[in-house]
């Protein structure tokens, strides 16, 4: 599949990967400076202090890069696998969409540096941020909306002129992603709305606690499944290819993509089960659900492992393991989201931890659950995002990944690797010993049992000294894909391997699913939220830096 991209769906594509990678490196900056300000070790000008760097590291890392990117990504797939080329209405969608969400990302990185919204990437309330800072909020989030209506009438067109044929496994994949962000955003955005703006404004004088925090989660874990599904595009989709084999099965995919639109959203209380004024019974039932969307991952380990295995037998492998040699090693593209892969399966293990209420009150609050996301989204995601960038860039451009930088694409991945070991395991580790998340300093630290604390903070600061390191060699690959010599880069499609069952078209009837989600989401939270509006003690704003 050798066509070349259309030139203005490239120019919309590569709008939201380099601006993506923008906000990576700026957030990477503020977490390299973050551990050096709370040490003392510098001053910074205009007091910008821990909690302004760790808010604009949240911010800039986990919603904006991943949005630009995901949005950016699932257009090229989009554009490519349904007709050649967006639709101008998509397209225009795509465009306004943009620069809603860069008007917004802007005006929110200046608040949070001028020290009005010192709140992290979770603005939890009451700590209360300068409306702008909800504002900038909600222009991210409507012009990610905008992005996902183009997303969806590119996908109806196609079915349109296509009756009676199964969509591309791409597409479809993107519209149960948007499908997911647009049904879990609705939460943060009656949040932004209906609490926090009027609340910031000083229009009411205080804020339901409890409720915010509950549609904030009732977004934020499907936020993090909308940050895994396109990661799992690329393993599903691009990685046969990459690789020369054939995706498993294209109905195993769809259905653990179904399986994520009805499971991941009614979960929210997973992230409060530590928390008061949610009933026992309700947390147990959300709780439940969690592990029905484990399940969604499992099937995607199984269906991983058998491309793998059946390409590697079909070139010949012998013995139990004998495949794992045939994989591509030396290939970026291959390698770095394989190494996310597998930072995968410890780092999912440590979420079931998570999620088990007796456990997550030893965990809950420590670095620990820091690092179980610096693993999840910040190394398997991110990785993938990385290996996408590496052909996805010289597609767009008519250029080709050298040899040279196809190597440094796979040092780049070590030295992302060996950062995350020293910084995420030494999280893992001292947060089971109790150390705190989100805070720069505690009474904890002056008593004696606390140095027990500082070598792990040392083998993180050093972790994070490695990371910023492989930040600046991922900079230096972009800029040079950029600039790389003319020719042609495949979009790689796999293809269903011979044999594999028929896809059901059932899988493709929306109202259904979305059907299902509702009624799921209802029963998850209809009673909890009455509760909320009943027996809430309402509290003012403060501002705590
Ligand atoms: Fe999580 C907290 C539970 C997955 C991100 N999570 C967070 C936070 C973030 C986050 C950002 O229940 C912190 C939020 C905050 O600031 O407070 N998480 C889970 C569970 C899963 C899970 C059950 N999390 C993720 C993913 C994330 C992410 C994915 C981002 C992308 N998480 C929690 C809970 C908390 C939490 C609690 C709250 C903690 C607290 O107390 O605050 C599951 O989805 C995980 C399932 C995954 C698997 C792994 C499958 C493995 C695969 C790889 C196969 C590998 C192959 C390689 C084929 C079961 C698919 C081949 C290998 C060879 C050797 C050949
Ligand atoms: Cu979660």
């Known amino acids: 599949m050798k066509q070349p991209f259309d030139r203005r769906d490239g120019k919309l594509v590569l709008a939201h990967i380099?601006?993506?990678?923008?906000?990576?490196?700026?957030?990477?900056?503020?977490?390299?400076?973050?551990?050096?300000?709370?040490?003392?070790m510098i001053t910074l000008p205009a007091n910008i202090g821990y909690y302004e760097l760790l808010t604009a590291h949240?911010?800039?890392?986990?919603?904006?890069?991943?949005?630009?990117?995901?949005?950016?990504?699932?257009?090229?797939?989009?554009?490519?696998?349904?007709?050649?080329?967006?639709l101008p209405s998509a397209r225009k969608l795509g465009w306004i969409g943009y620069w809603t969400m860069s008007v917004g990302t802007v005006i929110g990185v200046i608040v949070i540096l001028l020290g009005k919204a010192t709140v992290l990437y979770t603005f939890y309330a009451p700590m209360k941020a300068s409306p702008w800072f909800y504002i900038a909020l909600a222009l991210v989030v409507v012009g990610s909306w905008l992005s996902g209506f183009g997303i969806f009438r590119q996908y109806m067109t196609w079915r349109k002129t296509n009756k009676g044929k199964v969509s591309p496994l791409f597409a479809y994949m993107s519209v149960v992603t948007m499908l997911l962000w647009q049904i879990a955003t609705i939460g943060v955005a009656v949040e932004v709305v209906v609490q926090l703006?009027?609340?910031?404004?000083?229009?009411?004088?205080?804020?339901?606690?409890?409720?915010?925090?509950?549609?904030?989660?009732?977004?934020?874990?499907?936020?993090?499944?909308?940050?895994?599904?396109?990661?799992?595009?690329?393993w599903y989709v691009i990685i046969p290819k990459i690789i020369g084999g054939k995706i498993f099965s294209d109905s195993l995919a769809r259905m653990s993509f179904i399986l994520f639109l009805l499971f991941s959203i009614p979960v929210g209380f997973h992230h409060q089960l530590m928390e008061p004024g949610i009933s026992g019974f309700?947390?147990?039932?959300?709780?439940?659900?969690?592990?029905?969307?484990?399940?969604?991952?499992?099937?995607?380990?199984?269906?991983?492992?058998?491309?793998?295995?059946?390409?590697?037998?079909s070139k010949g492998?012998?013995?139990?393991?004998?495949?794992?040699?045939?994989?591509?090693?030396?290939?970026?593209?291959?390698?770095?989201?394989?190494?996310?892969?597998?930072?995968?399966?410890?780092?999912g293990a440590g979420g079931i931890i998570n999620a088990s209420n007796q456990m997550n009150a030893v965990v809950h609050n420590t670095l620990w659950v820091t690092g179980h996301f610096h693993l999840t989204v910040a190394t398997s995601?991110?990785?993938?995002?990385?290996?996408?960038?590496?052909?996805?860039?010289?597609?767009i451009t008519g250029r080709v990944l050298t040899a040279?930088?196809?190597?440094?694409?796979?040092?780049?991945?070590?030295?992302?690797?060996?950062?995350?070991?020293?910084?995420?395991?030494?999280?893992?580790?001292?947060?089971?010993?109790?150390?705190?998340?989100?805070?720069?300093?505690?009474?904890?630290?002056?008593?004696?049992?606390?140095?027990?604390?500082?070598?792990?903070?040392?083998?993180m600061a050093i972790g994070g000294m490695i990371l910023f390191i492989g930040l600046l060699i991922l900079a230096y690959i972009v800029y040079?894909?950029?600039?790389?010599?003319?020719?042609?880069?495949?979009?790689?499609?796999?293809?269903?391997?011979?044999?594999?069952?028929?896809?059901?078209?059932?899988?493709?009837?929306?109202?259904?699913?979305?059907?299902i989600a509702v009624v799921l989401i209802l029963f998850a939270y209809t009673l909890p939220l009455i509760d909320m509006f009943q027996t809430t003690v309402k509290s003012p704003g403060y501002v705590t830096w």
């Open 18 to 40: 380099l601006f993506a990678f923008v906000a990576l490196l700026l957030g990477g900056v503020a977490g390299m400076l973050q551990g050096t300000v709370r040490s003392g």
């Open 58 to 86: 949240g911010v800039l890392m986990a919603l904006i890069f991943t949005t630009y990117f995901i949005i950016g990504f699932l257009y090229s797939g989009v554009s490519h696998t349904l007709g050649g080329k967006l």
């Open 197 to 234: 703006i009027p609340w910031s404004f000083g229009w009411v004088d205080t804020v339901n606690v409890v409720l915010s925090r509950t549609l904030f989660w009732y977004f934020g874990h499907p936020l993090v499944y909308f940050w895994l599904l396109p990661a799992y595009i690329c």
């Open 282 to 313: 309700w947390k147990y039932t959300q709780v439940v659900l969690t592990f029905m969307v484990i399940i969604p991952s499992l099937m995607t380990a199984f269906s991983l492992f058998a491309t793998f295995e059946l390409y590697g037998r």
């Open 317 to 347: 492998a012998k013995g139990l393991f004998g495949w794992f040699k045939m994989l591509p090693w030396k290939d970026a593209r291959f390698f770095a989201p394989f190494m996310g892969m597998l930072v995968f399966i410890p780092a």
């Open 381 to 395: 995601v991110a990785l993938t995002f990385f290996g996408i960038t590496y052909w996805l860039i010289p597609h």
């Open 404 to 459: 040279r930088m196809n190597r440094l694409g796979i040092a780049q991945t070590i030295c992302w690797c060996i950062g995350m070991f020293f910084m995420s395991g030494s999280m893992h580790t001292v947060g089971l010993l109790g150390d705190p998340r989100r805070t720069a300093y505690t009474t904890y630290d002056d008593h004696p049992d606390a140095i027990l604390w500082m070598p792990y903070h040392v083998a």
């Open 480 to 515: 040079n894909l950029m600039r790389g010599p003319k020719g042609e880069t495949e979009y790689p499609i796999g293809e269903t391997a011979e044999g594999a069952e028929e896809t059901p078209r059932y899988l493709e009837r929306w109202g259904l699913w979305v059907g």
